[in-house]
Every structure is written in structure tokens, then in C-alpha cells.
């Protein structure tokens, strides 16, 4: 049973388009995260979210819009691709201050 | 701006030699830190954590922390070509969100 599981594991679709990536958590963490991945693997986070408040919301284009219905559940929609937003989207959760646990990732390719 | 160094590697050891990875970190709020190993095309898995300063061991991994000087550092003894991957350091920044800032991390070749 997969304890973080995004989908879907790839994506590749053209510039301009709106899509979403979900993530779902069966550990019963309180916290959960988005971050990005650049092909140099360094991983910068995004947003993150404590029991469906948003409590992290870094530097990110407004295209970009986290939503979580519960605290199980984080998805990113992403309005508008652009070929920068390319890149390996990690989920992950967390409880307390404890270490992540990351989902398998989604490789996102905007062509 | 918060931030965590490593050196991109990569660190190239024979099979069975102890490899030696390092990490400094800027802020020195933070009070956690992870290591984090990364194999190609596959999601960061957590390795090893230490809070307090020195070392914890755990199997053939040691972790090591002086918060004097800023620095973390992650052994593998008895290294195995399964331990070739990239290893991130990751610090929390000190702050009330558990926020992690992950270092660009330093890739491992084990040598058979």
C-alpha cells in the first residue's frame, strides 16, 4: 500500500495548456508539501500545507495553485505551461518535525 | 537566503572503502537535519536524521553533526555498488513550518 502516491507519473503536453497533478497520503501525517525538482536535482519547495492550511507559499508564478480538500489530499493545478515549468514535481508529507516522505514524483514535460 | 552546500561529487570509492559525505548549512536556527538518498529517476528516501550534536549510527550509515561549525555529515561504511545514487542533505530552516532546504546533493560511485 503506497503511503504517498501522486499521479500521474508523467505528463507531457503543449505550452498554454491547464493541467493537475494529485496527491494522496495514507499516514495520517498533519502536513504535506509540493516541491520542484530542476534537471540539475535541486529540490525547491513550494507550498505546503498543515491539516488543509496553507502555511508555505513560496516564491512561485500565480499560475501555480495548490488546493487541499482534506489532509490527506494536496493537488497543483498549473494554468498556462510554459516550457520553464518542465521539471519532476515531488509531493511529500510530514509529521511534526519529522522527515518527509515523498511521493514517486510526476515528470511533467511541456513541449 | 537560507542555504544548504554540498559538492555535486561525483565521489568516486571502491567497493567496501568508507565513504564520506559533507554538508554545511547557514542558518543556525536549524535544529533538524536529514539525509536523503536519491537513485536515478526515482524519489529522495530518507536515510538517517540527527538533532543533537555528534554521532548516530544506524547499520553501516553514521551520521555526524557539529552545530559549532555548521557542518553534517553522512558515513557509509563497507560501501556497495547499491549505494551508487545521490545523497541530499536536507536542514529544516529553524522556523514553525518544518520547511526543509535540501542541498543540490553529491553523487556517490561505488567502484566494484
Known amino acids: 500500500d503506497t503511503a504517498v502516491s501522486q499521479t500521474p507519473k508523467y505528463l507531457v503536453t503543449q505550452m498554454g495548456n491547464d493541467k493537475s497533478i494529485k496527491c494522496e497520503q495514507n499516514?495520517?501525517?498533519?502536513?504535506m508539501y509540493w516541491y520542484k525538482q530542476d534537471s540539475k536535482k535541486f529540490l525547491k519547495i513550494m507550498f505546503s500545507?498543515?491539516?488543509?492550511?496553507?502555511?508555505i507559499n513560496e516564491t512561485v508564478p500565480n499560475r501555480f495553485s495548490p488546493k487541499s480538500p482534506d489532509k490527506a489530499h494536496l493537488n497543483l493545478h498549473i494554468n498556462s505551461l510554459e516550457l520553464g515549468d518542465s521539471a519532476v514535481y515531488f509531493c511529500?508529507?510530514?509529521?511534526?518535525?519529522?522527515?518527509?516522505?515523498f511521493g514517486s514524483g510526476t515528470r511533467l514535460t511541456v513541449v | 537566503q537560507k542555504e544548504v552546500e554540498q559538492n555535486s561529487g561525483p565521489l568516486s570509492v571502491p567497493e567496501g572503502a568508507i565513504a564520506s559525505l559533507n554538508c554545511t548549512y547557514s542558518?543556525?536556527?536549524?535544529?533538524?537535519f536529514f539525509w536523503y538518498r536519491q537513485y536515478s529517476g526515482k524519489s529522495p528516501e530518507l536515510i538517517m536524521f540527527?538533532?543533537?550534536?555528534g554521532d548516530k549510527e544506524d547499520g553501516r550509515f553514521t551520521a555526524q553533526l557539529n552545530k559549532a561549525s555548521q557542518y553534517v555529515s553522512l558515513l557509509i561504511r563497507d560501501s556497495q555498488p547499491s549505494d551508487s545514487a545521490t545523497y541530499l542533505c536536507?536542514?529544516?530552516?529553524?522556523?514553525?513550518?518544518?520547511?526543509?532546504?535540501f542541498g543540490t546533493g553529491t553523487l556517490l560511485a561505488v567502484q566494484p
Open positions: 540527527i538533532y543533537s550534536n
Open positions: 499516514l495520517g501525517h498533519d502536513t
Open positions: 500545507y498543515n491539516n488543509k492550511e496553507l502555511i
Open positions: 511529500a508529507s510530514s509529521q511534526f518535525s519529522g522527515g518527509y516522505t
Open positions: 536536507a536542514v529544516n530552516d529553524g522556523g514553525a513550518t518544518n520547511k526543509l532546504i
Open positions: 542558518d543556525r536556527g536549524s535544529q533538524s
